[in-house]
C-alpha cells in the first residue's frame, strides 16, 4: 500500500496546490475587509493560461524552454519522496535532508539561470537576489531538519517523522522550538511571501520572484505558477509532519489509514497556509538589505537547534 500513499500524496499536492494559493488569498482579502475572488480562483487563472500563446522572448536559449518543466519535477520528485500521508514511499530510501535541499536548490538554479537568459535588467536583477537568498536558505534548511534527526539517528526524513511519533515529547523541547522558529523563516523566504517577498507586487524595487518570470506568458507561465504553489504546499506539509505527526499513516498503511493519513495532512496544510495569510496582512515588506539579516537569524536559530539537540542527546545518553 506504499505505492497508493505516494500516488495519494503526489495527486493531493499536483490538485490542492492553487487552492492552497487560493486559501491563502482569501483569508488576506477577508482580512483586508473585502470580499476575495474565492478559493478556486488560482485554477480558474491557470485554466485561462492555459489557453493562451506561448511566448518566446529573442535571444532567449533552451535554459529559458526547460526552466518550468525542471522547476515543477523537481518539486514533484520532493512531493513524491517526502513523508506526506505515509512515512513509508516507495522513494524512501533516498528521501533524506540532503537531497530534499538539493532538488529544493536545483528547481531554484533552473529559474534564476531563466531570469538571466532574457538578458533584461528586471530577469538578471531578481536571479541576482533569488540566487543570493537561496544561498542563505539552503544551509538552514540543512541544519535545522539536522537538528531534528539527532534524536532519530537518521537523515531519512521518514525515520524523523517516525521517530517524533513514537516519542512526542521531544516536540517540545528547545532544539525542535528554535528548529521550527528557523524552518518558519525559510520556508517564508524559498517559496517569496512576506516580509521576504511580495508575490502581488510588480515593482521593480521590491520584487524578487516575479522579476524572473515576467517573459514567461501562457503554458509556461501557468506550469512555473503551478510549480510555485506545489513547492509551497509541500514544504508546509513538511513542516507540519516534522513537528506534528499525528495523523500520518505508517510505513505499510490499508486504506482506511491512508485516507486519515490524507485527510490529517490536508488539515494541517490548510491551518498552517491560513495562519502564514492572517499574519502577512499586519506586517510589512523588509528592505532588501534587511533581508539577509532575517536568514542569518534563522541560521543562528539552527545552530542553536543542532547545538541543543547534540546537548540533550548526550546528556540523555
Known amino acids: 500500500?506504499?505505492?497508493?500513499?505516494?500516488?495519494?500524496?503526489?495527486?493531493?499536492?499536483?490538485?490542492?496546490?492553487?487552492?492552497?494559493?487560493?486559501?491563502?488569498?482569501?483569508?488576506?482579502?477577508?482580512?483586508?475587509?473585502?470580499?476575495?475572488?474565492?478559493?478556486?480562483?488560482?485554477?480558474?487563472?491557470?485554466?485561462?493560461?492555459?489557453?493562451?500563446?506561448?511566448?518566446?522572448?529573442?535571444?532567449?536559449?533552451?535554459?529559458?524552454?526547460?526552466?518550468?518543466?525542471?522547476?515543477?519535477?523537481?518539486?514533484?520528485?520532493?512531493?513524491?519522496?517526502?513523508?506526506?500521508?505515509?512515512?513509508?514511499?516507495?522513494?524512501?530510501?533516498?528521501?533524506?535532508?540532503?537531497?530534499?535541499?538539493?532538488?529544493?536548490?536545483?528547481?531554484?538554479?533552473?529559474?534564476?539561470?531563466?531570469?538571466?537568459?532574457?538578458?533584461?535588467?528586471?530577469?538578471?536583477?531578481?536571479?541576482?537576489?533569488?540566487?543570493?537568498i537561496a544561498a542563505l536558505v539552503e544551509p538552514t534548511i540543512l541544519l535545522a531538519v539536522f537538528a531534528l534527526s539527532i534524536p532519530a539517528n537518521s537523515a531519512n526524513l521518514g525515520a524523523i517523522v517516525g521517530n517524533t511519533i513514537e516519542h512526542p515529547g521531544e516536540v517540545i523541547s528547545l532544539a525542535s522550538a528554535l528548529a521550527f522558529v528557523a524552518l518558519v523563516i525559510v520556508i517564508i523566504a524559498e517559496t517569496g511571501r512576506l516580509p521576504v517577498d511580495n508575490p502581488s507586487t510588480h515593482l521593480e524595487l521590491t520584487m524578487v520572484h516575479e522579476a524572473m518570470v515576467l517573459e514567461y506568458a501562457g503554458p509556461k507561465l501557468a506550469l512555473v505558477e503551478w510549480a510555485g504553489g506545489m513547492r509551497l504546499t509541500v514544504l508546509l506539509a513538511l513542516l507540519a509532519n516534522l513537528f506534528f505527526p499525528w495523523g500520518i499513516a505508517g510505513a505499510d498503511p490499508g486504506a482506511l489509514a491512508v485516507a486519515i493519513g490524507a485527510g490529517a495532512i490536508a488539515v494541517k496544510v490548510a491551518a498552517l497556509a491560513a495562519a502564514m495569510a492572517f499574519v502577512e496582512v499586519f506586517i510589512a515588506k523588509l528592505r532588501l538589505f534587511r533581508v539577509p539579516e532575517l536568514l542569518a537569524g534563522s541560521f543562528l536559530l539552527a545552530v542553536l537547534a543542532v547545538t541543543a539537540a547534540n546537548f540533550f542527546t548526550g546528556a540523555v545518553g
Open 1 to 132: 500500500m506504499s505505492y497508493l500513499a505516494g500516488f495519494v500524496q503526489v495527486v493531493g499536492v499536483v490538485l490542492g496546490a492553487p487552492l492552497v494559493i487560493g486559501l491563502m488569498r482569501q483569508v488576506r482579502a477577508r482580512c483586508e475587509g473585502r470580499t476575495g475572488a474565492g478559493v478556486l480562483q488560482p485554477w480558474r487563472d491557470l485554466r485561462k493560461l492555459l489557453r493562451k500563446q506561448n511566448l518566446k522572448p529573442l535571444g532567449t536559449t533552451w535554459a529559458f524552454a526547460a526552466a518550468p518543466a525542471a522547476l515543477a519535477a523537481t518539486t514533484l520528485v520532493i512531493v513524491a519522496t517526502a513523508p506526506l500521508v505515509a512515512t513509508g514511499s516507495p522513494l524512501d530510501p533516498v528521501a533524506d535532508l540532503i537531497t530534499v535541499v538539493g532538488l529544493l536548490f536545483l528547481g531554484t538554479v533552473a529559474l534564476t539561470l531563466a531570469g538571466i537568459d532574457t538578458a533584461t535588467a528586471f530577469g538578471g536583477m531578481g536571479a541576482s537576489r533569488e540566487i543570493t
